[in-house]
């Protein structure tokens, strides 16, 4: 059902939530997210927003029933997986990746075993939440398994002996090392993705959604990018300039009094180490700011 509305879904609680709503902030959307709605209005522009679990969101966008979604790559992959097997429909478009909600699917052992590769899981069982992705990935590598499905505690699953290793999330490797347990195998690597229904879409909607991946991709750069600033003096402007990240077209200024100094300022698109700090600072440079940047577009 088309509704003239901008129909994006996001998750309502979780690892990618906070992140997403932010994200629509800053892209100067604007939604009173208090309460404990399904859908919300935005204020400002033509878009609804359906607060839903993050498993729902492949398959609202599959099925064609939202516009955009915002959703782990893991989710997203481990559901098109499971409908190519149903015969389910499972296409969607990739608009960009995110900057948020990283993680890896790792295969996991008990730490004092040996792991010499793929072919040590041959005849194990794995416990998961992600049976489809763990299958297409040991598929390719002609390793025969079996699983054991769990939504939770997957990582408790050897010590309780339910299974020999397990296939799960890993962000910072705490949980696998609280339990016993070490990463052998990197499987998939994830990050959140804005996806789009297949189809045709109105004119009006077509444009609206390239005007917010416009302002998500400067959002984006803003955040990777500094505004960077200081004196330096002509005669080592050469290799001030080159010190510094992303300098290809610098603005190079005079100073008011000092004809023997230059103003340098030039957007980049790395931080500022420290260690090069200083280092220009021996080149004689001074003033060094280096400013956030709020928003960019080209
Ligand atoms: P960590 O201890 O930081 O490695 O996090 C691992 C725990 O967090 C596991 O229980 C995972 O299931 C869960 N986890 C890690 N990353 C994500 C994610 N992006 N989405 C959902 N759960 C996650």
Same mark, same amino acid.
């Given at each position: ?62 099925? !064609?029933?939202?516009?955009? !979604?915002?959703?782990? #790559? =893991? %989710? ?14 499972? %296409?969607? @478009? ?7 909600? !990283? ?12 792991? =010499? ?25 002609? @390793? ?32 696998? %090392?609280?339990?016993?347990?070490? #990463?052998? #195998? ?31 991709? !400067? ?23 080159? +010190? ?30 420290? #260690?090069?700090?200083?280092? +220009? ?18």
């Amino acid at each position: 059902m088309q509704t003239e509305r901008l129909r994006i879904a996001i998750q309502k609680k979780g690892r990618l939530a906070k992140e997403c709503q932010e994200l629509l902030k800053r892209c100067g959307v604007k939604i009173n997210f208090s309460g404990d709605r399904l859908v919300v209005h935005a204020e400002n522009m033509p878009i609804d927003l359906l607060l839903v679990r993050d498993d729902d969101i492949p398959g609202l966008i599959m099925d !064609g029933v939202v516009d955009l !979604g915002v959703i782990g #790559e =893991n %989710e997203l992959e481990e559901v098109r997986l499971e409908r190519v097997a149903l015969g389910e429909p499972n %296409e969607y @478009v990739k608009l960009r990746r995110l900057d948020f909600g !990283g993680c890896r699917l790792s295969v996991a052992i008990d730490k004092d075993k040996t792991y =010499n590769g793929p072919q040590d899981l041959a005849g194990k069982r794995i416990a998961t939440t992600y049976p489809n992705i763990l299958k297409a990935y040991l598929d390719k590598q002609d @390793v025969r398994f079996s699983t054991c499905m769990l939504n939770g505690s997957v990582e408790v699953a050897p010590r309780a002996g339910l299974a020999d290793a397990i296939c799960d999330l890993v962000s910072t490797g705490a949980t696998l %090392e609280a339990n016993g347990l070490k #990463e052998a #195998e990197v499987i998939f690597r994830s990050k959140a993705v804005l996806i789009q229904r297949m189809g045709e879409f109105a004119d009006d909607k077509a444009a609206l959604i390239d005007r917010l991946l416009t302002r998500i991709h !400067g959002v984006i750069q803003a955040k990777e990018s500094k505004y960077i600033m200081l004196h330096a003096p002509s005669e080592t402007l050469e290799q001030v300039v080159e +010190l510094l990240p992303g300098a290809e077209d610098p603005t190079i200024l005079p100073l008011a009094h000092d004809k023997q100094r230059v103003a340098v300022h030039l957007v980049s698109t790395e931080n500022l180490f420290w #260690e090069t700090m200083e280092k +220009l600072k021996a080149l004689g440079a001074s003033s060094i700011l280096v400013l956030p940047i709020e928003k960019m577009m080209e």
